[in-house]
């Protein structure tokens, strides 16, 4: 199921706006990057260090994060987030995400995703207002 090697590295940028503090997200009152969107970018550089390794019909579906949000970052400023894929075990991929603004760290992310075959995940999905 796909190649995926450990090592595979990708850096995603961020910068903040209104939407992703954490008063727009309910994560909080206070008007900076909010922890829901540093884990949303943690998230999605993963999916995007290893998009071109991956099988046809395969995708990655997160299972687990671990984030330690260490400083506040402002509305306008901009966050870098380098991913890189530690672990392959089976179809379990393990992330380690270093996020920083500036040089300074903002958040350290452990993360977990599983290979799967696109439909047939999307086939055991319910659909809305199906009983279980």
């Not at 995400?97 to 075959?117: F, P």
Request: include cysteine; charged fraction near 25%.
């Amino acid at each position: 199921m796909g190649r995926c090697d450990p090592g595979l590295k990708l850096a995603r940028h961020l910068q903040v706006e209104d939407a992703h503090t954490a008063l727009a997200l309910g994560s909080g009152d206070v008007p900076v990057l909010g922890t829901p969107a540093l884990l949303g970018l943690a998230e999605s550089s993963c999916v995007d260090a290893i998009k071109d390794d991956l099988e046809e019909g395969q995708t990655s579906v997160g299972t687990w994060a671990e984030i330690e949000h260490l400083a506040a970052t402002p509305v306008g400023e901009t966050v870098c987030a380098h991913a890189t894929l530690i672990g392959h075990h089976g179809r379990r991929l393990e992330f380690s995400v270093h996020i920083e603004q500036r040089g300074q760290t903002v958040a350290k992310v452990r993360h977990r995703r599983v290979l799967v075959d696109r439909e047939r995940f999307l086939a055991k999905v319910p659909t809305a207002g199906a009983s279980a």
